[in-house]
């Protein structure tokens, strides 16, 4: 019997005790953070939109024959002080540093992409050889937009200046003035890997460092597959491709952290909220089975 969404505060229609977060080993962090978006305004839905449609799955995977809801899946509050980027940033930085000092997996659930930027902050101090992995549309590499550094333009700018190893996959937008800003092997544009074979997967985690935050721009999806978001744009990642290449990251390399953000819910359809919702508990699942 699934509960009512509306009555939902945690991820999943389980057991309250594996959402417990002395029981858990992943919390999710809420981040509804729309501040610097600049086309469709809605992000700061996403998070609860994706904890209301995971109430529509199944928590066995049959792909993997497991359930990993098992190892526990805590629920953050969602995060409050979001007055500005920098206090947003800010805020994140301060929840993800405290779980992991609790030894949890952290994802967070977004908002807009500026939200990456405290997490990946919080894992570059952790772990030094860092690299970042952007699934996303955009190459996000502008030095500041919009007046602010933390813009959701930015994200992987502020990675690189932390001193990250961005690898960059399904980009099909750069602006002019982001192209000092790519390393050309370690980005790898949507219409060169599209309607290719699977070798550019191996590829891009050969670009990797041993530890991986994950950050997926929902849009880096073609918007046939999900539409539900700010900037969609035409020619993404098909859904069975982003989940072979994301088994291979995880099989090869040790994922320290995730995100999963820019779900900009509609009203007239929660299909692009339960794809949202079925790719954070995906990842849970292939941390599960690869770890």
Not at 63 to 70: Q, V
Not at 99 to 113: A, C, D, I, P, R
Not at 179 to 192: D, I, L, S, T, W
């Amino acid at each position: 019997m699934k509960k009512n969404p509306k009555e939902t505060d945690y991820f999943l229609d389980m057991e309250e005790e594996f959402a417990q977060e002395r029981n858990a080993r992943y919390v999710l962090i809420p981040v509804p953070y729309d501040g610097t978006s600049t086309f469709v305004k809605g992000a700061d839905q996403g998070p609860r939109a994706i904890i209301e449609a995971s109430d529509s799955l199944e928590l066995y995977d049959v792909m993997y024959d497991t359930e990993a809801y098992t190892a526990g899946i805590c629920t953050d509050r969602p995060l409050l002080d979001l007055s500005s980027p920098e206090a947003m940033v800010e805020s994140v930085y301060q929840r993800v540093k405290y779980f992991q000092e609790l030894h949890k997996m952290v994802g967070l659930l977004g908002g807009e992409h500026s939200v990456s930027v405290g997490a990946i902050r919080a894992m570059k101090e952790k772990y030094p050889n860092l690299s970042v992995l952007q699934i996303d549309a955009h190459a996000d590499l502008r030095d500041e937009y919009h007046g602010s550094p933390y813009n959701h333009a930015c994200v992987m700018r502020r990675a690189q200046t932390m001193g990250a190893h961005v690898v960059q996959v399904g980009v099909r937008s750069v602006e002019a003035a982001e192209k000092q800003h790519v390393v050309r092997e370690n980005m790898f544009y949507a219409h060169e890997i599209v309607e290719k074979d699977d070798a550019w997967m191996w590829q891009a985690c050969d670009r990797l460092t041993d530890e991986v935050y994950l950050t997926v721009d929902l849009d880096g999806l073609d918007p046939s597959v999900l539409p539900a978001t700010g900037t969609p744009l035409p020619g993404g990642l098909g859904w069975y491709q982003l989940l072979r290449f994301l088994e291979l990251v995880v099989r090869t390399k040790k994922v320290v952290g995730f995100d999963v953000v820019e779900l900009c819910p509609s009203p007239d359809s929660v299909v692009s909220d339960v794809l949202a919702a079925t790719l954070v508990y995906r990842i849970i699942t292939l941390l599960e089975v690869f770890k």
